[in-house]
């Protein structure tokens, strides 16, 4: 089953406000991780391990660095699903 | 080491029969139980030899916020629900971050989070084991978030002694005010592990109580029918200073901390020694810091845990020091109301003798059926009055290792 680009979106938004607190509406696709959203590497890295097991996608380490981004996150995840 | 006279500020406890200090204090004196049946499907899956245990009143990461509560093992989060109290209880002082320190204990440390990591480990492979895990199980987690918490830049120590850690970590407290490393401190300790691995592990040693049909009276220090202890959870927390800091800050004090011993039997890993001698030394530790005598002493709060055996030695180390006047200081074995915090034990003990003292009063023993002949404490299921005189206490905590620790508390 493939998700839809809004679907990522409100299901990073649901993982980011979980690990973060940072309300869902904070979370669009421009938004930096690092510079708007001020995720540190370890949330980020609790964020990408959980969203690899909500869409059943991997998301290599050496990716994580390039996105930068939820709007990098929602695609890398909706091109690379099963 | 200066001789300042070191004040407690601030009180703050999650506890199996109160979600704060002062209704933990309330409960104790009415005489609550805060053991119960447990209430999980792996009681039942792994056949449980003991399905009972003093769960915390209220549990903490429904008073912390979600992002907070989750990147902290359960340990953690009650350290920090109990600091947060004590630390507005003390008026949240204004205070250098380079003088403020953190004393604090656990017994085991993160245990649930280690085990959770494991289950997913085996079930859905490395990947998913998440970043946080080491930094929540680890046992300095505790002083460490408080240390981030609250901005505490003096220095963030942590001692493991099992059952005694607790009372040694107020005693670290006490020693480094002294020694001038601090003008505040946050001291206390934690315990979060009733899990069906450390029930089985102390089922197998017979140190728990098996009344599985009566959890609520199952705890019974100095009882002759008590078969063991009850696995308790929950923190207490200490807010520390110097009495000039607290003085010049117009603070509330509860009463001093006048003296801590600690010492070692080097006996065996798990029983106490029979003889006392360990932790009668101990006691006299913490009297000769206090510049007191043992005449003076007018309420203990005994570590007492229910087993046969501990309870008895323990009559016996304060015979040593109290000769036979020991059978006429009002004592209390609180934990028959609590169960055993383990690494959060000696603070919560701490502030319920903090309290006595405020109060006057001794907290009742409950479950006591028929007194031991060995064990011939001054308890009582009823509260007992300590008189408006000038008073002296001890807390006596005891660890797996041998380790002993006794904080002396005066009135003021």
Redesign the interface.
């Known amino acids: 089953m493939a998700f839809s680009n809004d679907e990522v979106l409100a299901g990073l938004a649901e993982l980011i406000t ?4 940072i309300s869902a509406d904070e979370v669009a696709l421009e938004k930096s991780f690092t510079d708007d959203l001020d995720i540190d590497s ?1 949330s980020m ?2 964020i990408v ?1 959980n969203a ?2 909500k869409f059943g996608v991997t998301i290599p380490d050496e990716e994580v660095k390039n996105l930068k981004t939820v709007g990098d996150a929602v695609t890398f995840i909706t091109s690379n699903q099963a | 080491m200066s001789n300042s006279r070191i004040v407690v500020t601030g009180i703050g406890a999650s506890s199996p029969i109160g979600g704060t200090a002062p209704e933990s204090w309330d409960a104790l004196l009415a005489g609550a139980s805060g053991t119960r049946t447990l209430e999980y499907d792996w009681v039942e899956q792994y056949n449980l030899p003991v399905t009972f245990a003093a769960q915390a009143a209220v549990r903490p990461d429904t008073v912390l916020e979600r992002p907070v509560a989750k990147r902290l093992d359960p340990s953690s989060q009650f350290a920090l629900v109990a600091a947060l109290e004590a630390w507005a209880d003390a008026g949240s002082p204004d205070v250098d971050p380079e003088r403020l320190g953190v004393d604090f204990a656990t017994g085991i440390g993160g245990l649930w989070t280690l085990l959770d990591a494991w289950d997913t480990l085996r079930e859905k492979g490395p990947r998913r084991v998440l970043p946080m895990t080491v930094p929540m199980l680890m046992p300095n987690a505790a002083a460490g978030n408080l240390s981030l918490h609250f901005g505490a830049r003096a220095y963030a120590r942590t001692v493991a002694s099992a059952c005694a850690s607790s009372t040694e970590s107020i005693v670290n407290a006490i020693e480094h005010l002294r020694d001038g490393l601090a003008d505040v401190v946050i001291a206390g300790g934690t315990e979060s592990v009733i899990h069906p691995v450390t029930l089985a592990s102390f089922s197998s040693m017979q140190a728990l109580s098996r009344r599985n049909d009566s959890p609520e009276t199952a705890s019974r220090p100095g009882a002759i029918d008590r078969d063991g202890f009850v696995m308790g959870e929950g923190a207490g927390v200490l807010i520390l200073e110097t009495e000039e800091h607290a003085k010049a800050r117009g603070a509330k004090i509860y009463a001093a901390v006048v003296g801590g011993g600690v010492t070692a039997d080097s006996y065996h890993i798990t029983a106490n020694d029979p003889e006392g001698t360990g932790a009668a030394r101990a006691v006299r530790a913490a009297l000769d810091m206090a510049g007191a005598s043992p005449e003076d002493v007018t309420h203990v709060n005994a570590h007492l845990t229910s087993t046969p055996v501990g309870d008895p030695n323990e009559y016996t180390a304060l015979h040593s020091v109290f000769g036979d006047r020991v059978r006429e200081i009002p004592v209390s074995g609180t934990k028959a109301s609590t169960g055993h915090l383990l690494g959060g034990t000696g603070a919560l003990e701490a502030i319920f003798t903090v309290l006595a003292l405020r109060d006057r009063v001794a907290p009742p023993t409950i479950n006591m059926t028929e007194p031991d002949p060995a064990v011939p404490f001054r308890l009582s299921v009823e509260p007992q009055d300590l008189g408006s005189g000038d008073q002296l206490a001890i807390s006596n905590s005891f660890g797996f290792g041998g380790h002993n620790a006794v904080a002396a508390f005066a009135s003021v």
Do not use: N
């Open positions: 979980d690990e973060t607190g370890i890295m609790t391990v690899e097991e």
